[in-house]
């Protein structure tokens, strides 16, 4: 079965440089979710997006943006990096006619290690 | 979204019935539990979800206590490919629900 699938699979920027994820939801899944994983801590939600529209937002700092396209996609761009920034970003999706009904679940993908040096 | 308390690390015998237990006394109800597990540096992975009534999928099974301020997964027989970090979640709907510390569980041969 097709999963969620992240672009690329690692980076290495230097700080100051710009970067950009993608997320590529399972097919029929409108609902995208994007999570930051620093070393040795717990996923952090920073954005979700349905139907192309933000819908929820979480920790995500005012240098990262993202959006989500016609075809269902999302890119996650992240400029002024800092070494902090240093990584792992995971994207997962949903189904649309469960959105934000209780009773459904989120599929992830492999995620995105990102460095900054 | 409800609060949840798990212990921070378990061992299990390969082979046996790891039972991992959450504490969730805040929730309310309408919130689901969910559990993930996210094996080293992969993406989380969905296990199993139940609102109140006992569920059981080919990974897991969920008991949710009556007045389901607790929670068990029980993984019925542990392999090594178990180890990995449990998580409990009770929310309303959407992941905006922060992930918490999680459950560090080590299966041993």
């Given at each position: 079965?097709?999963?969620?699938?992240?672009s690329p699979?690692?980076l290495?920027k230097?700080?100051?440089?710009t970067a950009t994820l993608k997320?590529?939801?399972?097919?029929?899944?409108?609902?995208?979710?994007?999570?930051?994983?620093?070393?040795?801590?717990?996923?952090?939600?920073?954005?979700?997006?349905?139907?192309?529209?933000?819908?929820?937002?979480?920790?995500?700092?005012?240098?990262?943006s993202a959006?989500?396209?016609?075809?269902?996609?999302?890119e996650l761009n992240m400029s002024?990096?800092?070494?902090?920034?240093?990584?792992?970003?995971?994207?997962?999706?949903?189904?649309?006619?469960?959105?934000?009904?209780?009773?459904?679940?989120?599929?992830?993908?492999?995620?995105t290690?990102?460095?900054?040096? | 979204?409800?609060?949840?308390?798990?212990?921070?690390?378990?061992?299990?015998?390969?082979?046996?019935?790891?039972?991992?237990?959450?504490?969730?006394?805040?929730?309310?109800?309408?919130?689901?539990?969910?559990?993930?597990?996210?094996?080293?540096?992969?993406?989380?992975?969905?296990?199993?979800?139940?609102?109140?009534?006992?569920?059981?999928?080919?990974?897991?099974?969920?008991?949710?206590?009556?007045?389901?301020?607790?929670?068990?997964?029980?993984?019925?027989?542990?392999?090594?490919?178990?180890?990995?970090?449990?998580?409990?979640?009770?929310?309303?709907?959407?992941?905006?629900?922060?992930?918490?510390?999680?459950?560090?569980?080590?299966?041993?041969?």
């Amino acid at each position: 079965a097709a999963g969620v699938i992240q672009s690329p699979r690692h980076l290495i920027k230097e700080k100051r440089e710009t970067a950009t994820l993608k997320c590529y939801p399972i097919p029929r899944h409108d609902t995208v979710y994007w999570y930051q994983q620093g070393p040795g801590q717990d996923p952090q939600f920073l954005i979700s997006f349905y139907e192309k529209m933000q819908s929820d937002k979480g920790s995500i700092p005012d240098r990262f943006s993202a959006q989500q396209f016609s075809d269902y996609h999302s890119e996650l761009n992240m400029s002024s990096l800092e070494l902090g920034d240093s990584a792992l970003y995971f994207c997962a999706s949903s189904g649309s006619e469960h959105f934000r009904v209780q009773n459904t679940e989120a599929f992830f993908g492999q995620g995105t290690r990102l460095t900054v040096v | 979204d409800a609060k949840t308390t798990q212990p921070p690390s378990m061992d299990c015998a390969e082979g046996r019935a790891a039972n991992l237990p959450c504490n969730h006394s805040t929730i309310s109800g309408n919130e689901y539990v969910y559990w993930y597990r996210q094996i080293h540096s992969q993406g989380p992975q969905y296990i199993i979800h139940g609102l109140k009534n006992n569920e059981t999928n080919e990974m897991a099974s969920l008991i949710i206590t009556e007045d389901r301020k607790s929670s068990t997964l029980i993984l019925p027989h542990a392999t090594l490919r178990d180890t990995a970090v449990y998580y409990c979640i009770v929310n309303t709907g959407g992941f905006k629900t922060i992930f918490g510390a999680g459950t560090r569980l080590f299966v041993k041969a």
